[in-house]
């Protein structure tokens, strides 16, 4: 791949850490760091000055972690809880509580994070739907792509699509796009009444139209090759301000969306970090196969959204 | 209604007859002229040379309708029948055989055309479905204002309304509105999934933007008043080529569309005319209610139609 355009480009994961080092560190709970790939994350995050760490879990646990992994827990505050279940209610509560500004998933099951986060009465919810967006820096591409949702909303309804839509234009604002490029996507570029998904990017568009949604650029449907390439969209004759631009990939199901993210990483090289938005605080939702680059840009993506949180006086 | 606005412009139907003028009489069969209405209808049409009717019905019963309104019929052909169905079904099958380039309803029912015309072996189906256009000259709004289907489709799935938004878009086309506006209505301008005519309304206007729908400027959803007052769409902050001045109107389905132009007509004083397009031919479905300036208006508007596809080599 050493001749494809764009391929020795500068990283722009390299530009989101660097867009990071004039900030503070969040407040951070990690949840139930108790095998090293997670206690690691947390840590590196710590020493390049994303996160402050508080670790949520068993004590005895987190500190033979620790020891396994040669690490110096000293400074670092513990919230001892008894189990993984525990450990997400704990960290949950330590954000209604005010005290964390952002979560990050350790060694447990996604489940758990996100069934304490969505508990009506205990939880994290907002006006919100909570979803999931993948941070992908694709070599063939020319700048960071957004997919989602790739990881949470299995079959979204239109209103949960437009809080999909809404969720990941906030973290392109938050990693300096300011007015992203929005490709809901489909099978085809025209609406087919047969495909619903193809009558829901219409929809998403005009709600846009309306101010239901807002900060992007949206247009649907694209099929993928329309809304990443420009000469595909040409050739399609689709005149769109969007279409062979996309900063935002918008899946019109979880499984088009996972597999969409998951060819981008294993097949086109690209590196990836995520978030989960919607939530009152961010949620790093690494997976146990992620890299410490995936780790490490996941947190600089949730300092980064928290500042501008801060910035716009929402936090 | 003296000082209103409007009222004593020029009136819109006194142009759509005097464009008329240059062109020839389009041949029409008559279905079923056995009621003075009709007959009349038909032979004032013929009087203003926006006609050449073919009768199509019993002769026994055309002819003492004749003498019942002292009519002459010397010179118009008659095509024998036995009873209204048989009318209908002979009438489509002229159409067929390339005879008249028009159908108007006589005394029978309008399903009874209908069903012949939509026959799928005999009958005048094309690739676009039928749908019904009524044409209103509204006292206190400035052009002529088109609302459909009020007629026909009662439940219009989103590929019906395609059919019935491009069907009006080519009526408004030959009344010449070279770029007619477009208000796909709904209860409200925004979208809102629990009520499906506002997703589809955005479906529609997407379909717009990828060539599906051609030759008009679409936006919806609209509420009534956002689509016919500028006023009312300024206040609701909208943003659109069409709000505050449309020339068409489409209804969620058949009930809404109705009711709105039975108010106008009613209530708001309009002046009515209407053509069923879609079909082979136009088709005038003059209702019974209809005085003589409706039935001369929708055969002007058939006339028009049917020059303005003879100019475009559609016929």
Redesign the interface.
């Known amino acids: 791949m050493e001749d494809v355009p764009g391929h020795n480009r500068p990283s722009s994961f390299d530009a989101m850490l660097a867009a990071t080092t004039p900030l503070d560190p969040i407040v951070t709970a990690v949840i139930h760091p108790c095998d090293s790939a997670s206690l690691i994350g947390a840590l590196e995050a710590r020493d390049k000055g994303l996160i402050t760490p508080v670790l949520v879990g068993p004590p005895d646990r987190i500190h033979a972690t620790a020891t396994e992994i040669g690490a110096d827990l000293t400074g670092v505050e513990i919230i001892p809880s008894k189990h993984s279940h525990d450990s997400a209610a704990r960290a949950v509560a330590l954000v209604r509580e005010g005290r964390v500004q952002a979560l990050m998933k350790g060694a447990l099951h996604t489940d758990e994070v996100m069934s304490a986060a969505v508990d009506k009465a205990t939880g994290l919810r907002t006006e919100r739907r909570m979803s999931h967006v993948f941070v992908l820096d694709v070599p063939r591409y020319s700048k960071p792509l957004l997919i989602t949702d790739a990881a949470i909303n299995i079959y979204p ?3 949960c699509k437009a809080d999909i839509v809404q969720n990941a234009i906030e973290l392109a604002h938050a990693i300096g796009v300011d007015l992203p490029k929005v490709a809901i996507l489909s099978a085809i ?3 087919y ?1 047969k495909i619903p998904s ?10 846009a ?4 949604i807002t900060g992007g650029l949206l247009d ?2 694209l099929a993928f090759d329309n809304a990443i390439s420009t000469r595909a969209a040409k050739a399609k ?4 301000d969007v279409a062979g631009e996309a900063d935002i990939l918008v899946a019109p199901d979880l499984e088009a969306g996972n597999m969409i993210a998951k060819q981008l990483m294993y097949l086109a090289g690209a590196d990836s970090a995520g978030l989960v938005l919607g939530a009152r605080v961010p949620i790093m939702l690494t997976s146990r196969a992620d890299g410490t680059l995936s780790r490490l840009v996941s947190a600089a993506l949730a300092q980064l959204l928290v500042h501008d949180r801060l910035g716009k006086g929402l936090m």
């Open positions: 309804d239109l209103q570029e025209t609406v009444p193809t009558v829901e990017a219409a929809a998403l568009c005009k709600m139209d309306r101010g239901q649907g449907p004759g689709i005149i769109s």
